[in-house]
């Protein structure tokens, strides 16, 4: 019997996580420890979908100037689907199959989402990664993943962060900041937390999906939290 309490989740990774303490760029190292995770998630019999972001090649803005929001967002979609490209490279090297599909088409690299397929794949075990967010400017990774989330019928969002859960303020800025266990979808969006963006906390709250948050750069966390073990901060 599966040691999991999910079924089908949606890891979210955001493009910085990837990147580990290099802030730019792929870490390979840094990517196998987290899909050598994914395995073992994989292995307890529990169906994986992955929305990754972008922001380790781009986040549309330089040298204090900003770029139109237009063409910055498509240009970090771009770069969400070179990171899909090597997280599905790392996976397959551990022995697992997976698809990447993409919210804008990219025939000779990926297929683009059809969420029949996307859910044909996962009831196959093979693990699917979702690039370009929603496809469309104006709307964040985050959104994409609770978009996707929603579609698939994951159980959870798993949201790997660089802090270790849910804080009432950013610890690193305010050192009486309070962590918590647990929190509702109308708390975060009332208190403005930023856990994800409102858009994101809006879709998760009206389609009831759990989102539990925790730190990525113990990439056990993965593992802990598909468990149901304590680990960072549950959303419902």
């Known amino acids: 019997m599966s040691e999991a309490k999910y079924k089908r989740v949606l890891l979210k990774l955001s493009g910085e996580a990837l990147a580990g303490e290099d802030k730019t760029g792929i870490n390979i ?39 139109e929001k237009t063409t910055a967002d498509y240009m970090g979609m771009l770069a969400t689907a070179m990171n899909a490209l090597a997280l599905q490279d790392a996976i397959e090297a551990r ?25 044909k794949h996962l009831t196959r075990g093979r693990v ?29 969002i798993l949201l790997g962060k660089a802090i270790d859960g849910v804080y009432s303020a950013d610890p690193k800025v305010d050192k009486d900041a309070i962590k918590y266990d647990e929190i ?3 708390e975060v969006l009332q208190k403005d937390l930023k856990v994800m963006d409102s858009t994101a ?14 730190g990525i750069a ?16 549950i959303v419902r």
């Open 184 to 186: 509702t979808y109308t």
């Open 29 to 67: 190292k840094v990517v196998g420890q987290i899909c050598d995770k994914i395995r073992e998630v994989v292995n307890l019999g529990v169906e994986v979908a992955i929305v990754v972001g972008g922001g380790n090649f781009w986040r549309g803005r330089r040298n204090g100037e900003q770029m």
């Open 95 to 119: 022995g697992l199959y997976t698809r990447v599909q993409t919210a804008i088409e990219m025939r000779e690299i990926a297929e683009p989402f059809i969420k029949r397929k996307a859910i």
């Open 218 to 233: 113990n990439p056990d966390n993965i593992v802990k939290a598909v468990k149901g073990e304590k680990v960072g901060t």
């Open 128 to 156: 699917v990664i979702f690039a370009c967010g929603t496809g469309n400017p104006f709307f964040t990774t985050d959104t994409g993943a609770a978009l996707r989330a929603a579609e698939i019928e994951a159980d959870a």
């Open 201 to 214: 906390t809006a879709l998760c709250k009206d389609n009831n999906i759990p989102l539990v948050v925790f």
